[in-house]
């Protein structure tokens, strides 16, 4: 089990593995494997499947027609605004369970790049902590968060809000730059998220500031392209003569 990782019961296990196997790469209204075929597939119990199914079924990822089995259901994307809220509350907006799994949590030298837009020198001391951030059952990102060491009292709690945990040491971000690029996903986040290699991503660098202009966190978080888009209002600039 990986650092951070919590126990899971055997039917959400497996609900992800279906999800893996078949969900995730399968095409909208196509069926699943029989909840029989799933039993041998995996080695347990029909009821392990059968919960694992309801699980996923309530989740809206897949849908059971009476006497025909069960199909990939319509997928739902995740429109982002530009506003400031963690990724924990983008998905409590739209219906969904934000969960994490921990792969790396560590105190590292910054990188060069990363010292320029935090303020500090390179290879001061910084937290790094590189999660998969899931929406229910389903990955949806691929996140690595630099922040500075001042905003901590010991050492961050990476399971929970990054984001809470600033505004409660008093480091409260009320200002970010946001750089949006397209990717192709490398092996290590094609593989956490589920997706074929160099299929699509959105990459979003933010960089956070408090209310008096310091930057403490810097992350970037790849997104799959499939499930995620931003949502933009703009406004033209009304000019004197126009």
């Known amino acids: 089990m990986m650092k951070g990782q919590t126990a899971q019961p055997l039917f959400r296990k497996i609900a992800d593995h279906i999800c893996a196997d078949f969900v995730s790469h399968g095409t909208e209204h196509s069926a699943i494997p029989t909840e029989r075929e799933l039993t041998q597939r995996y080695g347990v119990s029909r009821d392990t499947i059968r919960r694992a199914l309801t699980f996923l079924n309530e989740r809206g990822l897949i849908y059971t027609r009476p006497g025909a089995g069960s199909f990939i259901a319509t997928r739902r994307s995740v429109h982002k605004k ?45 937290f790094e902590i590189v999660r998969l951030r899931r929406a229910d059952s389903s990955p949806m990102a691929f996140e690595r968060a630099y922040l500075i060491t001042a905003a901590f009292n010991g050492e961050p709690d990476p399971t929970g809000s990054l984001d809470e945990q600033l505004t409660k040491a008093g480091y409260r971000i009320t200002t970010a730059t ?62 004197d003569g126009n």
């Open 82 to 126: 530009p506003q400031i809220t963690s990724f924990t509350q983008d998905m409590a907006e739209r219906g969904y369970r934000a969960t994490s799994e921990v792969i790396e949590s560590r105190r590292v030298p910054t990188p060069q790049q990363i010292a320029a837009h935090l303020g500090v020198q390179p290879g001061e001391p910084v």
């Open 178 to 239: 946001e750089n949006i690029s397209a990717v192709a996903l490398n092996e290590q986040v094609a593989m956490a998220l589920r997706q074929p290699l160099s299929a699509p991503g959105l990459r979003v660098f933010r960089v956070g500031f408090t209310a008096a202009g310091r930057a403490v966190e810097a992350t970037e978080t790849i997104y799959r392209a499939d499930r995620y888009d931003f949502e933009l209002e703009i406004r033209r600039e009304e000019r």
